[in-house]
């Protein structure tokens, strides 16, 4: 069977650590995985202010061409062990549409494969990174209302990623579906969301996008459950949604976290 891990972070990723990329390798091979993305997190889109404290939630555009021609090395120096691509996980900010698809016309070519992810929500001209802190999430409770408010917009906003016209290049992997559960047993939402997740998958479907099953929700302290849980990939697959295996790794030890408990 081919062992896949589709979406694994790297020493470019600001907010990540200092393992090499022939860290994460090693352990992948020492785990038996026949084929590996790294996926690091694209620039912001130019415009964007990056409102984490760090400022770090994307990679340093400067450092794009060195990332790409680094896994251009490894690609040659481990073709007999395993299948290595280079990705991006690409940031969906909604009304920023037109820079994102520059953004992958000037470097698509570069790219294997990509995954599309919301971590971005505004609330009247406010940008807040959703899943930063639970502080950070609490104090967007404050001003939103409500949890489930912010369930609704998170849910809209991938809906928006998928509907957006990103041109050519734009990933075919929608990324951590449910992220907006990092935090739920510390603010959990009144119900399921269901009718969302739902349209989330149909639209997936419709564009033949892949979805990205995160193993990273099992090991956050307040989540408990990979994105997306049991029954929406379950739902997914009836759907005829192909389900990509995903760490989510920020350490090279972070490979196949999740896994163990996932179906499939």
């Given at each position: 069977m081919v062992k896949v891990d589709g979406h694994i972070h790297t020493?470019?990723?600001?907010?990540?650590?200092?393992?090499?990329?022939e860290m994460y390798i090693e352990r992948a091979l020492s785990l038996n995985y026949s084929d590996i993305t790294f996926t690091e997190h694209a620039p912001l889109?130019?415009?964007?202010?990056?409102?984490?404290?760090?400022?770090?939630?994307g990679m340093d555009p400067s450092h794009l061409l060195k990332?790409?021609?680094?896994?251009?090395?490894?690609?040659?120096?481990?073709?007999?062990?395993?299948?290595?691509?280079?990705?991006?996980e690409v940031d969906y900010i909604a009304g920023f549409e037109k820079e994102t698809a520059e953004f992958l016309n000037a470097y698509g070519a570069r790219l294997d494969d990509s995954i599309l992810s919301v971590h971005f929500l505004q609330y009247e001209g406010k940008w807040d990174c959703l899943d930063f802190s639970p502080?950070?999430?609490?104090?967007?409770?404050?001003?939103?209302?409500?949890?489930?408010?912010?369930?609704?917009r998170y849910y809209d906003t991938v809906i928006k990623s998928i509907r957006a016209d990103l041109g050519p290049f734009k990933p075919k992997r929608i990324g951590h579906m449910t992220l907006v559960k990092k935090f739920q047993q510390l603010y959990p939402a009144s119900h399921a969301f269901s009718d969302k997740t739902s349209l989330i998958l149909k639209e997936m479907a419709a564009r033949n996008l892949?979805?990205?099953?995160?193993?990273?929700?099992?090991?956050?302290?307040?989540?408990?459950?990979?994105?997306?849980?049991?029954?929406?990939?379950?739902q997914a697959l009836s759907l005829g949604i192909k389900t990509?295996?995903?760490?989510?790794?920020?350490?090279?030890?972070?490979?196949?976290?999740?896994?163990?408990?996932?179906?499939?």
């Open positions: 020493p470019f990723c600001p907010h990540g650590s200092d393992d090499t990329f889109p130019q415009g964007f202010e990056d409102t984490t404290p760090d400022k770090d939630s990332y790409f021609q680094t896994l251009d090395i490894l690609k040659e120096k481990y073709k007999d062990k395993i299948t290595i691509k280079s990705g991006l502080d950070v999430f609490q104090s967007m409770i404050d001003y939103y209302g409500s949890v489930d408010a912010i369930y609704e892949e979805l990205d099953y995160n193993g990273a929700g099992l090991v956050k302290p307040y989540c408990g459950e990979p994105y997306p849980p049991t029954d929406i990939i379950q990509v295996y995903g760490s989510d790794a920020h350490t090279a030890a972070g490979i196949g976290q999740g896994r163990a408990e996932m179906q499939g």
